[in-house]
Nanobody
Framework: VQLLESGGGVVQAGGSLGRSCLVSGLALSSVDVFWGRQEPGKEREVVATLRRGSSAMYADAVKGRFNISRDSAKNTIHLQMNSLKPEDTAIYSC?????????WGQGTQVTVSS
């Protein structure tokens, strides 16, 4: 199983960024998908969750600003981040889970300047 991420980078506060995660080795329609982030010196936290057959769920810090989606035809997970704040600066990683197994992408830095 491989997760290849793209997107991210540097953006000014109030701006938007999109992240994508191409999954290979697993059918996206059969897994639960997540996006997590890790700030320096802190543990990684899940900020967006999309389980099969359920609505998306978000951490309070990003609710109303982030949107997680999946494209099963392209086996790709997306994270759209709007109204970004400096405190959103972190390494963002995609994650898929199935039957107790968990797979993470390599992570990409997102920096929001004030």
């Amino acid at each position: 199983v491989q997760l290849l991420e793209s997107g991210g980078g540097v953006v000014q506060a109030g701006g938007s960024l999109g992240r994508s995660c191409l999954v290979s080795g697993l059918a996206l329609s059969s897994v639960d998908v997540f996006w997590g982030r890790q700030e320096p010196g802190k543990e990684r936290e899940v900020v967006a969750t999309l389980r099969r057959g359920s609505s998306a769920m978000y951490a309070d810090a990003v609710k109303g600003r982030f949107n997680i989606s999946r494209d099963s035809a392209k086996n790709t997970i997306h994270l759209q981040m709007n109204s970004l704040k400096p405190e959103d600066t972190a390494i963002y990683s995609c994650n898929v889970r199935k039957l107790g197994a968990s797979y993470w992408g390599q992570g990409t830095q997102v920096t929001v300047s004030s």
